[in-house]
C-alpha cells in the first residue's frame, strides 16, 4: 500500500498519457429587447452554484469549467427585469450558447422564464462526436456502455470506422481505463452512475491521446446538494422456442438472471463542506449456452475400438445443465467532493469491479467443468482538484491509479488433484465431444498504471480558448502462465515446471508514457477552429533479439540470457497535428472538415510476449502462449483521419447530419516469420501491416417533443486491410495447404458495408415511457472453403444479415410519496436467430457439408449431427426482463 501511494504521489509531481475533458462552456450575449443594443455588466449566473459572469462592452460572456448536466440560467441588472432559461444542457468540450432580451422594467412584466432547446445544429462541432445524457440513457433498453456505444454510426460490434480491437481510448471522468496489456477496456461504469456519455468517432482534439480510431468519454454523476437516491431491481430469462439448439432455455427461473443496482447522493451528515455519491450494482446472468454433465474431468472411456459394441463410456456426471457463457459482475462506486474554498474543488473517487465469466468451447459440451473459468478485477482510485484562477482560467490536476487483474484457470489451485492427465482428452476421436480431461494452463496478466495530469484552461477573450496540458503513466506489468503437469514424470499427480521452462514464462516491465499538448478553440459567428499539437513519448523498458533466426542458440541457456544477443528498445516519440473547422453556413446549418494525426503504443502483450524466447519443436499450444515472441521496439501504430460533414436543421425538432470520412492506418501489427533449426515455424511480432478506411454516414434525429423521438443512423463502409489479426501470417502458414499472405487489400472480418440502427421513443415523462431500439446490417465477411480446403479468396463472401430489434416499456406509479416505476425490456423481441458465425461450406450457421461427407461415425457419445449443432454461431435468443424502479 505504501507503495502504491508513493507512485501516485511521484507521478503527480512529475505530471506523470491519454485523459479528456470533462466540463463544458456556455456562451452568449445580453441585449436591450427594445433597442437591440449591447447591454454593459449584466450579471449572469448558474441558479443553485457560484458559477457566474459579467457581460462585457460588447454585451457578451461566458461561463466555463461547468460540469455536464442540466442548468437554470438566470441573467439580471438594475433597470430590467430579470430573466431566467431553463433546461439548459452542458456537455463536455462543446458550448451551449445562450442570448438573452431584457425588458426594461418600464415594460410592466414579471420575471421572464424560457425553456432553452438544445440547438439540433451543433455549430461549434469540427468532427462526429454523439453525446448521450443520462435522461436519454434511462429512456432505452441497454444494459450497459458498450451496447449505447454501438448504435452510434460507424461503429461495428465496437470497431470504431474499421479499425482493429484495442483502438479505441475509454475514459471514465477523463481517466483511461484501457488495459495495457491487451489494449481493450476492462472497467466499465454502470449505467445507472453515469451523467454523460461522450463518443468521439472522428478526428479528436489534441487533448485526446493513445488512441488510433475513438474515443469514449464516460462523465459519471456528481454529489448534489440535496439527498436523492434509486433502488432497482429486475429478473427475467431467456424465452424461446428453439430448444434443438439451445439447451435447457425453456427452463425458466428467476436466479438465471439477477440485477440489483443502488445510488444515493447528498450532504455528508455533520460536515458542511462535504457531499458524496455513492452507487453498486450486482449483476448475474446464467447465459443461454448450457453444456450437460455427462462426464466429470477424471472420467475414463475407451472408444478406439472400430468395433462400438466394445467401446467403454466410463462417464460418472449427474446429467445436469451446466451454463457455460454465464456472466456474474459486482461493481461498487464512491465519490466524495470536498468544498475547500471559493473556487476550489477537490473529489475523492474509487470503482471497484469484479467479474467471473467463461466463454464457451464447443468440445467441452458433455464435461463443462473440464473448461476454464476467468475472472477479471479492475480498480480505479483517482484524486482531482480545480482551482478557478479567475472568471476566464481555471486548472485541472489529477492523480489516480489503475489496476487491471485477470486470471484464467479451471481451479485455483495449481496442485489441486482434479487436474488430471491431458491424454484424457484424447478418448474420443475427431468430431466428438470430449469425455474427460482439464485445461492444464495458468495465464494471468497485471497491470497497475499511475498516472499523473495537469491541463490549464483560459478564454483569452470572447474568441479564444486555449487549452494546454501535460500528463504521463506508469506502468507496473506482471505477466505468468504455465502448464500443469500430471503425467508419468510428475507420479500423475499435478506439478509445475520451472520457471523459464517453454511452458512457464514469467516476466516484469515497467515503461512510462509522456505526453504534452496545446490546443486553442477560436469561434466566431462564421467560423469555428479546434487547432492543436500533441506530443507522445514512450519509453519501453525491454529488449529485443538480434537475430530471431538464431533462436535455436537460447536454449543452451537459462534466464537470464547474455546481452550480447540482445538490444535495448529505443525511446519512442511523436508529434501529431489536429485541426477542425466548422461554417456555419446559415442559422441553421453548419459544414465542418477536419484532419489529424493519431498515434498509439501497441498493446503490452505483443512488446514483451514469450520472454524466455522457447520455442518447442513439438507441441500445440494454446492461443495465449503460441509460437510466437514478442519485440518491446514496435514502432507506433498510426492513422491519418480525413473528415467532411453537414448538420442541417430541417424543421423544428429535426435534423440530418451528413458526414463522408477516410481513414490511412499503417504501422499495423503483424508476424514476421522465421524458422527454428530449419523447420520450426515461428514469429516475431513486427510493424508491417496496413488498412485503408472509407465510408459515409447519414444521421436524422427527431429531439424527443410531443410525446415522440426518433434517430436514424446509416453508415456505408469498406474497411479493408493486409490482414484482420496480428497472427494471421503464422496461421495461413501453418495451414494445410499453406496459405500465401496477402499482398492486396482484403476486407477486414468486421467490414460491415452497410449499417442500420433506429431508435424510437414514445410516451409522456413521469407517465409511460415506450422505447425499441432496430439494427439491420448486412453480414459480415468470411472464407469460403470446402472440407478445410480455401475454395475462394479471403473475406470474398458474407454471411447472412443481421436483424434485432429490442423493446422497453415503463410505467410510473406512486408509492408513499416517492416516485415508483415498473419496467419490461425485452431484448431480440422477435427471437432472430442471427449468424454470428457461419461453416465456410455453406456461409450458413446451422448446416455444413461435413454432414453429406463419406466419413466414419464420431467415436464417442454424440452423433454427427449433435457435434456439428452451433449455438455459439447464433446471436443469443430473447431475453425478458421485469423490474423496478424506486426514486427518492
Same mark, same amino acid.
Given at each position: 500500500?505504501?507503495?502504491?501511494?508513493? +507512485?501516485?504521489?511521484?507521478?503527480?509531481?512529475?505530471?506523470?498519457?491519454?485523459?479528456?475533458?470533462?466540463?463544458?462552456?456556455?456562451?452568449?450575449?445580453?441585449?436591450?429587447?427594445?433597442?437591440?443594443?449591447?447591454?454593459?455588466?449584466?450579471?449572469?449566473?448558474?441558479?443553485?452554484?457560484?458559477?457566474?459572469?459579467?457581460?462585457?462592452?460588447?454585451?457578451?460572456?461566458?461561463?466555463? &469549467?461547468?460540469?455536464?448536466?442540466?442548468?437554470?440560467?438566470?441573467?439580471?441588472?438594475?433597470?430590467?427585469?430579470?430573466?431566467?432559461?431553463?433546461?439548459?444542457?452542458?456537455?463536455?468540450?462543446?458550448?451551449?450558447?445562450?442570448?438573452?432580451?431584457?425588458?426594461?422594467?418600464?415594460?410592466?412584466?414579471?420575471?421572464?422564464?424560457?425553456?432553452?432547446?438544445?440547438?439540433?445544429?451543433?455549430?461549434?462541432?469540427?468532427?462526429?462526436?454523439?453525446?448521450?445524457?443520462?435522461?436519454?440513457?434511462?429512456?432505452?433498453?441497454?444494459?450497459?456502455?458498450?451496447?449505447?456505444?454501438?448504435?452510434?454510426?460507424?461503429?461495428?460490434?465496437?470497431?470504431?470506422?474499421?479499425?482493429?480491437?484495442?483502438?479505441?481510448?475509454?475514459?471514465?471522468?477523463?481517466? #483511461?481505463?484501457?488495459?495495457?496489456?491487451?489494449?481493450?477496456?476492462?472497467?466499465?461504469?454502470?449505467? +445507472?452512475?453515469?451523467?454523460?456519455? =461522450?463518443?468521439?468517432?472522428?478526428?479528436?482534439?489534441?487533448?485526446?491521446?493513445?488512441?488510433? #480510431?475513438?474515443?469514449?468519454?464516460?462523465?459519471?454523476?456528481?454529489?448534489?446538494?440535496?439527498?436523492?437516491?434509486?433502488?432497482?431491481?429486475?429478473?427475467?430469462?431467456?424465452? #424461446?422456442?428453439?430448444?434443438?439448439?439451445?439447451?435447457?432455455?425453456?427452463?425458466?427461473?428467476?436466479?438465471?438472471?439477477?440485477?440489483?443496482?443502488?445510488?444515493?447522493?447528498?450532504?455528508?451528515?455533520?460536515?458542511?463542506?462535504?457531499?458524496?455519491?455513492?452507487?453498486?450494482?450486482?449483476?448475474?446472468?446464467?447465459?443461454?449456452?448450457?453444456?450437460?454433465?455427462?462426464?466429470?474431468?477424471?472420467?475414463?472411456?475407451?472408444?478406439?475400438?472400430?468395433?462400438?459394441?466394445?467401446?467403454?463410456?466410463?462417464?460418472?456426471?449427474?446429467?445436469?445443465?451446466?451454463?457455460?457463457?454465464?456472466?456474474?459482475?459486482?461493481?461498487?462506486?464512491?465519490?466524495?467532493?470536498?468544498?475547500?474554498?471559493?473556487?476550489?474543488?477537490?473529489?475523492?473517487?474509487?470503482?471497484? =469491479?469484479?467479474?467471473?465469466?467463461?466463454?464457451?468451447?464447443?468440445?467441452?459440451?458433455?464435461?463443462?467443468?473440464?473448461?476454464?473459468?476467468?475472472?477479471?478485477?479492475?480498480?480505479?482510485?483517482?484524486?482531482?482538484?480545480?482551482?478557478?484562477?479567475?472568471?476566464?482560467?481555471?486548472?485541472?490536476?489529477?492523480?489516480?491509479?489503475?489496476?487491471?487483474?485477470?486470471? =484464467?484457470?479451471?481451479?485455483?489451485?495449481? $496442485?489441486?488433484?482434479?487436474?488430471?492427465?491431458?491424454?484424457?482428452?484424447?478418448?474420443?476421436?475427431?468430431?466428438?465431444?470430449?469425455?474427460?480431461?482439464?485445461?492444464?494452463?495458468?495465464?494471468?496478466?497485471?497491470?497497475?498504471?499511475?498516472?499523473?495530469?495537469?491541463?490549464?484552461?483560459?478564454?483569452?477573450?470572447?474568441?479564444?480558448?486555449?487549452?494546454?496540458?501535460?500528463?504521463?503513466?506508469?506502468?507496473?506489468?506482471?505477466?505468468?502462465?504455465?502448464?500443469?503437469?500430471?503425467?508419468?514424470?510428475?507420479?500423475?499427480?499435478?506439478? $509445475?515446471?520451472?520457471?523459464?521452462?517453454?511452458?512457464?514464462?514469467?516476466?516484469?516491465?515497467?515503461?512510462?508514457?509522456?505526453?504534452?499538448?496545446?490546443?486553442?478553440?477560436?469561434?466566431?459567428?462564421?467560423?469555428?477552429?479546434?487547432?492543436?499539437?500533441?506530443?507522445?513519448?514512450?519509453?519501453?523498458?525491454?529488449?529485443?533479439?538480434?537475430?530471431?533466426?538464431?533462436?535455436?542458440?537460447?536454449?543452451?541457456?537459462?534466464?537470464?540470457?547474455?546481452?550480447? $544477443?540482445?538490444?535495448?528498445?529505443?525511446?519512442?516519440?511523436?508529434?501529431?497535428?489536429?485541426?477542425?473547422?466548422?461554417?456555419?453556413?446559415?442559422?441553421?446549418?453548419?459544414?465542418?472538415?477536419?484532419?489529424?494525426?493519431?498515434?498509439?503504443?501497441?498493446?503490452?502483450?505483443?512488446?514483451?510476449?514469450?520472454?524466455?524466447?522457447?520455442?518447442?519443436?513439438?507441441?500445440? @499450444?494454446?492461443?495465449?502462449? *503460441?509460437?510466437?515472441?514478442?519485440?518491446?521496439?514496435?514502432?507506433?501504430?498510426?492513422?491519418?483521419?480525413?473528415?467532411?460533414?453537414?448538420?442541417?436543421?430541417?424543421?423544428?425538432?429535426?435534423?440530418?447530419?451528413?458526414?463522408?470520412?477516410?481513414?490511412?492506418?499503417?504501422?499495423?501489427?503483424?508476424?514476421?516469420?522465421?524458422?527454428?533449426?530449419?523447420?520450426?515455424?515461428?514469429?516475431?511480432?513486427?510493424?508491417?501491416?496496413?488498412?485503408?478506411?472509407?465510408?459515409?454516414?447519414?444521421?436524422?434525429?427527431?429531439?424527443?417533443?410531443?410525446?415522440?423521438?426518433? &434517430?436514424?443512423?446509416?453508415?456505408?463502409?469498406?474497411?479493408? *486491410?493486409?490482414?484482420?489479426?496480428?497472427?494471421?501470417?503464422? &496461421?495461413?502458414?501453418?495451414?494445410?495447404?499453406?496459405?500465401?499472405?496477402?499482398?492486396?487489400?482484403?476486407?477486414?472480418?468486421?467490414?460491415?458495408?452497410?449499417?442500420?440502427?433506429?431508435?424510437?421513443?414514445?410516451?409522456?415523462?413521469?407517465?409511460?415511457?415506450?422505447?425499441?431500439?432496430?439494427?439491420? *446490417?448486412?453480414?459480415?465477411?468470411?472464407?469460403?472453403?470446402? @472440407?478445410? =480446403?480455401?475454395?475462394?479468396?479471403?473475406?470474398?463472401?458474407?454471411?447472412?444479415?443481421?436483424? &434485432?430489434?429490442?423493446?422497453?416499456?415503463?410505467?410510473?406509479?406512486?408509492?408513499?410519496?416517492?416516485?415508483?416505476?415498473?419496467?419490461?425490456?425485452?431484448?431480440?423481441?422477435?427471437?432472430?436467430?442471427?449468424?454470428?458465425?457461419?461453416?465456410?461450406?455453406?456461409?450458413?450457421?446451422?448446416?455444413?457439408?461435413?454432414?453429406?461427407?463419406?466419413?466414419?461415425?464420431?467415436?464417442?457419445?454424440?452423433?454427427?449431427?449433435?457435434?456439428?449443432?452451433?449455438?455459439?454461431?447464433?446471436?443469443?435468443?430473447?431475453?425478458?426482463? @421485469?423490474?423496478?424502479?424506486? #426514486?427518492?
Amino acid at each position: 500500500m505504501k507503495q502504491i501511494v508513493a +507512485n501516485v504521489f511521484l507521478s503527480t509531481v512529475l505530471i506523470a498519457a491519454a485523459h479528456g475533458g470533462t466540463t463544458g462552456k456556455i456562451a452568449g450575449k445580453v441585449i436591450d429587447a427594445q433597442t437591440k443594443e449591447a447591454l454593459i455588466g449584466v450579471n449572469v449566473i448558474i441558479s443553485g452554484t457560484a458559477m457566474g459572469a459579467s457581460t462585457d462592452l460588447d454585451g457578451n460572456y461566458f461561463i466555463i &469549467n461547468i460540469p455536464p448536466g442540466t442548468y437554470r440560467l438566470r441573467a439580471s441588472m438594475v433597470g430590467y427585469t430579470p430573466a431566467e432559461v431553463n433546461n439548459v444542457i452542458v456537455s463536455v468540450d462543446q458550448t451551449t450558447k445562450i442570448d438573452f432580451d431584457l425588458q426594461s422594467q418600464d415594460v410592466q412584466l414579471g420575471s421572464v422564464v424560457i425553456v432553452a432547446d438544445r440547438p439540433i445544429v451543433q455549430k461549434d462541432l469540427t468532427s462526429t462526436t454523439s453525446t448521450v445524457t443520462s435522461d436519454q440513457i434511462s429512456k432505452l433498453p441497454i444494459e450497459n456502455v458498450s451496447s449505447l456505444v454501438n448504435l452510434q454510426a460507424g461503429v461495428v460490434e465496437g470497431h470504431f470506422r474499421g479499425g482493429r480491437n484495442g483502438e479505441v481510448k475509454y475514459l471514465i471522468d477523463g481517466i #483511461s481505463v484501457n488495459d495495457v496489456f491487451s489494449g481493450a477496456s476492462t472497467l466499465e461504469p454502470e449505467v +445507472n452512475s453515469v451523467q454523460e456519455v =461522450q463518443v468521439l468517432i472522428g478526428t479528436f482534439n489534441a487533448e485526446y491521446g493513445e488512441a488510433l #480510431s475513438g474515443v469514449v468519454n464516460q462523465v459519471t454523476k456528481i454529489a448534489r446538494d440535496n439527498y436523492s437516491g434509486q433502488i432497482s431491481l429486475y429478473t427475467g430469462d431467456y424465452a #424461446s422456442s428453439r430448444t434443438t439448439l439451445f439447451h435447457n432455455v425453456d427452463h425458466v427461473s428467476p436466479s438465471d438472471l439477477q440485477n440489483l443496482e443502488v445510488s444515493l447522493s447528498g450532504p455528508v451528515p455533520g460536515v458542511s463542506f462535504m457531499k458524496f455519491y455513492i452507487s453498486g450494482r450486482y449483476f448475474y446472468d446464467d447465459g443461454y449456452i448450457y453444456g450437460k454433465r455427462m462426464f466429470n474431468p477424471p472420467d475414463s472411456s475407451n472408444f478406439s475400438s472400430n468395433d462400438p459394441a466394445q467401446w467403454y463410456n466410463g462417464g460418472t456426471g449427474d446429467g445436469k445443465y451446466v451454463p457455460m457463457n454465464y456472466n456474474r459482475r459486482s461493481t461498487y462506486q464512491g465519490k466524495v467532493s470536498f468544498d475547500v474554498g471559493t473556487g476550489k474543488g477537490f473529489i475523492l473517487q474509487g470503482i471497484i =469491479q469484479n467479474q467471473e465469466y467463461k466463454s464457451y468451447d464447443h468440445q467441452f459440451q458433455l464435461n463443462p467443468d473440464g473448461d476454464y473459468r476467468r475472472f477479471q478485477k479492475s480498480y480505479l482510485g483517482m484524486a482531482s482538484f480545480n482551482q478557478v484562477l479567475s472568471a476566464s482560467a481555471f486548472i485541472d490536476l489529477n492523480a489516480s491509479v489503475f489496476l487491471s487483474d485477470y486470471k =484464467q484457470y479451471v481451479y485455483e489451485d495449481p $496442485l489441486d488433484p482434479r487436474y488430471v492427465n491431458p491424454e484424457r482428452m484424447r478418448d474420443v476421436g475427431g468430431n466428438a465431444f470430449l469425455t474427460a480431461g482439464t485445461q492444464n494452463w495458468h495465464f494471468s496478466h497485471h497491470s497497475v498504471t499511475y498516472s499523473g495530469k495537469l491541463d490549464y484552461t483560459t478564454q483569452l477573450t470572447t474568441i479564444h480558448q486555449l487549452k494546454a496540458g501535460f500528463d504521463g503513466q506508469r506502468h507496473s506489468l506482471g505477466y505468468e502462465d504455465f502448464q500443469v503437469h500430471v503425467d508419468a514424470s510428475s507420479g500423475f499427480k499435478p506439478a $509445475l515446471p520451472k520457471p523459464g521452462d517453454f511452458d512457464y514464462n514469467v516476466y516484469s516491465n515497467t515503461p512510462y508514457q509522456l505526453a504534452a499538448y496545446v490546443q486553442d478553440k477560436i469561434e466566431l459567428d462564421y467560423l469555428i477552429v479546434n487547432v492543436g499539437f500533441r506530443y507522445d513519448y514512450f519509453e519501453p523498458d525491454g529488449k529485443t533479439l538480434n537475430n530471431p533466426d538464431r533462436i535455436a542458440e537460447l536454449d543452451q541457456f537459462q534466464p537470464p540470457f547474455p546481452d550480447s $544477443l540482445f538490444s535495448k528498445a529505443k525511446a519512442k516519440y511523436q508529434l501529431s497535428p489536429r485541426v477542425g473547422i466548422s461554417f456555419p453556413i446559415s442559422e441553421r446549418g453548419a459544414v465542418h472538415l477536419s484532419y489529424g494525426h493519431f498515434f498509439q503504443i501497441p498493446p503490452f502483450e505483443f512488446l514483451y510476449k514469450n520472454p524466455n524466447f522457447r520455442i518447442p519443436l513439438t507441441g500445440s @499450444f494454446p492461443e495465449f502462449v *503460441g509460437n510466437a515472441i514478442g519485440n518491446a521496439d514496435l514502432e507506433p501504430q498510426s492513422t491519418t483521419m480525413y473528415e467532411i460533414g453537414l448538420q442541417h436543421e430541417l424543421a423544428a425538432n429535426l435534423g440530418v447530419t451528413v458526414t463522408a470520412y477516410y481513414k490511412d492506418i499503417r504501422n499495423l501489427l503483424g508476424l514476421q516469420l522465421h524458422l527454428k533449426n530449419d523447420f520450426k515455424l515461428f514469429g516475431e511480432y513486427v510493424n508491417r501491416d496496413y488498412g485503408a478506411v472509407k465510408g459515409f454516414t447519414i444521421s436524422l434525429e427527431n429531439r424527443f417533443s410531443d410525446g415522440f423521438g426518433a &434517430n436514424i443512423d446509416y453508415t456505408y463502409q469498406v474497411a479493408r *486491410g493486409h490482414a484482420s489479426d496480428p497472427n494471421d501470417d503464422f &496461421n495461413k502458414a501453418q495451414a494445410s495447404p499453406p496459405v500465401e499472405s496477402n499482398k492486396e487489400l482484403v476486407p477486414l472480418n468486421w467490414d460491415r458495408r452497410h449499417s442500420l440502427n433506429v431508435t424510437l421513443t414514445t410516451g409522456t415523462p413521469g407517465d409511460f415511457i415506450a422505447s425499441a431500439i432496430g439494427r439491420l *446490417g448486412t453480414g459480415l465477411p468470411y472464407t469460403p472453403s470446402l @472440407f478445410n =480446403q480455401r475454395t475462394g479468396l479471403e473475406n470474398s463472401d458474407n454471411r447472412p444479415a443481421f436483424f &434485432n430489434v429490442d423493446l422497453y416499456f415503463t410505467k410510473e406509479l406512486g408509492f408513499t410519496g416517492m416516485p415508483l416505476s415498473i419496467f419490461l425490456k425485452v431484448y431480440n423481441l422477435f427471437d432472430t436467430a442471427n449468424e454470428i458465425n457461419v461453416f465456410g461450406d455453406t456461409g450458413r450457421a446451422g448446416y455444413t457439408l461435413e454432414l453429406t461427407r463419406a466419413q466414419q461415425a464420431p467415436r464417442g457419445v454424440n452423433t454427427l449431427a449433435e457435434y456439428f449443432t452451433r449455438p455459439d454461431f447464433f446471436s443469443s435468443p430473447r431475453q425478458v426482463v @421485469f423490474g423496478t424502479l424506486i #426514486s427518492f
